[in-house]
């Protein structure tokens, strides 16, 4: 008799995972679960946020070369004792091997807008001339404030953060990224903290008040109860916990990978971002078709490449990482940036299409400090000291 898979969540790291399962093997009926039947590209969220048209990708459509079935609905149950999902329609979905790929989310924040809301584009059209303030300078906000300030060259963009924008790239790349917002008129504060979010300003830590019109949170993320309800072992952040081979280590028919599974590696638990989570999809997909078959799946290893910024539509910086995610003294700037990121942000449109299975060897690397990357930037005649195209 078929296996029967379920893959709850159509993102980057459900649809590696049902795609690679369904190449691999024919002993199993591999169904993928989502709310909607559009593929959501976070990569590109940035863009969409301020409007720009984006082609459209359907979920059944992507799965449908491959055999995976697609359900559209949202789970509100999983039963981990006899092996079901409940949607919210009242559907139940039995399976042998679960792939819990449901993602995170932004904590919402009253007053303010997320990155994936559709109604903050709607909000930044409407205060073109206005002020916007994006709290949080991580890579989702340095995005976002840079995306809006090209689209919008009357609109005053402000960067609020403890940090420095950048904070984990080397200080060429930082210095390049800090000059871009410049001149893209971003203004960045940082040593602040937001306290809370008021209709038409945000106030910091000491009282001070800022004016805005959109105000836009990025930071943090919160994990659904749905594992820790099912009474899956799960880390104070309620990630659900796994061992090597990405198995619930209280319940090993059930695989976790992505932004909601706890990940340890040599350095430390892998954050989630779609660098380090299609490569989870995919060993969950060679660790599931290797038990169909008899054999023990392998442990799951993970080392960064790089840490990829769009600065608006004309430029970019790219930092080239160490696999523990430290900089490396290489990076991209400009247009070769541009095309870099533009590869790595539609690079798993191409996987998803792939006529075979995406070995996960091939989208990982790990151990020493230096790797296969560095050649293949050498070979580029990319310059370690000035970090731009020759």
């Known amino acids: 008799m078929k296996q029967r898979i379920v893959v709850l969540g159509a993102g980057y790291t459900g649809m590696m995972a049902a795609h690679g399962i369904a190449r691999r093997t024919r002993n199993a009926d591999v169904t993928i679960v989502n709310p909607t039947e559009l593929f959501d590209e976070r990569l590109r ?62 904590p919402r ?37 840079a995306e809006a300030a090209e689209a919008y060259p009357g609109l005053r963009v402000l960067l609020l953060s403890r940090g420095e924008p950048g904070s984990m790239m080397g200080p060429k790349a930082r210095a390049y990224l800090r000059n871009v917002l410049d001149r893209l008129g971003v203004e960045v504060r940082t040593g602040v903290t937001v306290a809370r979010v008021l209709p038409g300003a945000v106030e910091l830590h000491g009282g001070e008040r800022i004016p805005t019109d959109v105000t836009l949170c990025t930071t943090g993320v919160v994990q659904a109860r749905l594992a820790a309800d099912a009474g899956l072992a799960v880390d104070d952040a309620g990630r659900v916990t796994v061992d090597a081979a990405l198995r619930s280590v209280s319940h090993p028919e059930v695989f976790a990978i992505g932004d909601a599974a706890a990940i340890r590696q040599a350095y430390g638990t892998i954050h989630g971002t779609c660098q380090s989570g299609i490569p989870t999809g995919a060993h969950a997909a060679e660790s599931i078709t290797r038990i169909l078959r008899g054999k023990d799946p392998r442990p799951f290893r993970f080392g960064y490449i790089h840490q990829p910024v769009s600065l608006g539509r004309k430029d970019a910086v790219i930092q080239f990482t160490h696999p523990d995610d430290t900089p490396s003294r290489w990076y991209l700037k400009g247009g070769a940036a541009i095309a870099y990121k533009e590869a790595v942000s539609s690079s798993p449109l191409k996987f998803y299409r792939s006529r075979t299975a995406i070995p996960s060897a091939l989208t990982k690397r790990s151990g020493g400090r230096r790797n296969r990357l560095a050649h293949l930037v050498e070979r580029a005649n990319l310059s370690p000291s000035e970090g731009s195209a020759r």
């Open 109 to 145: 924040v009253e007053h303010a807008f997320t990155i994936d809301d559709p109604a903050f584009g709607q909000a930044l059209r409407g205060n073109a001339e206005g002020v916007l303030a994006v709290c949080g300078a991580g890579l989702t906000g340095i995005e976002a404030a």
């Open 45 to 106: 969220q940035h863009q969409v946020a301020v409007g720009q048209d984006l082609v459209v990708h359907r979920i059944p459509d992507l799965v449908a070369p491959t055999g995976v079935s697609f359900v559209q609905g949202r789970a509100t149950r999983i039963d981990a004792v006899n092996r079901g999902v409940v949607l919210a329609d009242g559907q139940e979905l039995g399976y042998d091997y679960l792939v819990y790929a449901i993602g995170s989310t932004t």
